[in-house]
């Protein structure tokens, strides 16, 4: 899968952001992201990849268990899109081993910008050509950390070696889901408020 | 202390927010808030309880160690505001006991979105007619959750009576923390994208 070519998956191919590697370093050090856990990540990468795709349905599963949370997928027609759903979730799964895998740099900063302003009408629904509502509100993007979080610590507790190891994964990527949603949240955010 | 008057306390007295309780059902079903979460939080309650003041200090200590985080603090000579510092500081504290003990209804809502202007140029300084600078950034209001979350952690594996407890505590007050995030990051957000 990770071989096959992803349609809309542009990580190194979109523009600059306007988030500079200061800007990261000062949220590392605010989640207390260090070598460790960049460590502990790529360790957690071991069993994320393997568990990706189930990971997403278990989410996918929570967000189609409630219509505040599916209809950001539904067409005009208030029906599930399922061609968008489709088109989406292969870069839901990406984004798991790449929270894992790819060194936090200005290329993946530049990434978690753009996938920012893809959950806001400034991208919504561009990429795939779809009409579903051109948002997803921030307030669910927060809340949503607690089950992204969950469905990992449980992979995790099954399958690490040891239970310390498995609280160290889940802290490193605990650690690196809180930072992409304060990145997600910048182009929710009012001017001069990030 | 929890008796004392908290200056800018303004529990119960705040106006209405423009939160509803539908917003917090849904939120709440979305971080997966259930009653066995608010059992496991009147629980941690009786261990945060006493653990409150310890841990808003743990957190300032982060805040201190960081310019980034600091400088929310200080006044217009760049230099701590201790007055103000000293002013927040029980208001932090008693956070930290509502989190656990307020029952999460209309009244709790609206003092959450209260909190949350008070962190933006809506109303920070007000309550203390302070003049440090106007926000502290949604960025690290999310990015906090961590050290939230952390520092909670290490109590209920030291003072809870089982593993599972302090399990079933660190989960609702982890749920908990995200929930008031999400409800912080309102008078942050655009017209429109909450």
């Given at each position: 899968m990770l071989e096959t070519r992803i349609a809309g998956y542009d990580y190194g191919k979109v523009g600059r952001s306007p988030l500079t590697l200061n800007d990261l370093q000062r949220l590392q050090e605010t989640v207390g992201f260090t070598d460790d856990e960049r460590r502990a990540l790529a360790e957690a990468g071991d069993i994320l990849e393997d568990e990706a795709e189930n990971l997403v349905d278990e989410w996918r599963q929570i967000i189609g268990g409630h219509e505040h949370l599916a209809r950001?997928?539904?067409g005009p027609d208030g029906k599930p899109d399922d061609r968008y759903k489709a088109a989406v979730r292969p870069r839901f799964v990406r984004w798991v081993i790449d929270t894992c895998r790819?060194?936090?740099d200005q290329i993946w900063l530049d990434y978690q910008y753009e996938i920012g302003l893809r959950h806001?009408?400034?991208?919504?629904?561009a990429t795939d050509n779809a009409a579903t509502p051109p948002l997803v509100p921030l307030r669910y993007m927060i809340a949503f950390i607690v089950p992204v979080i969950a469905a990992a610590k449980t992979r995790f507790e099954r399958r690490a070696r040891t239970a310390a190891d498995a609280e160290r994964m889940y802290a490193a990527w605990t650690k690196a889901v809180v930072l992409s949603i304060a990145i997600w949240a910048m182009p929710y955010t009012r001017e001069g408020m990030w």
């Open positions: 950001w997928f539904f790819r060194p936090f806001t009408p400034a991208k919504k629904n």
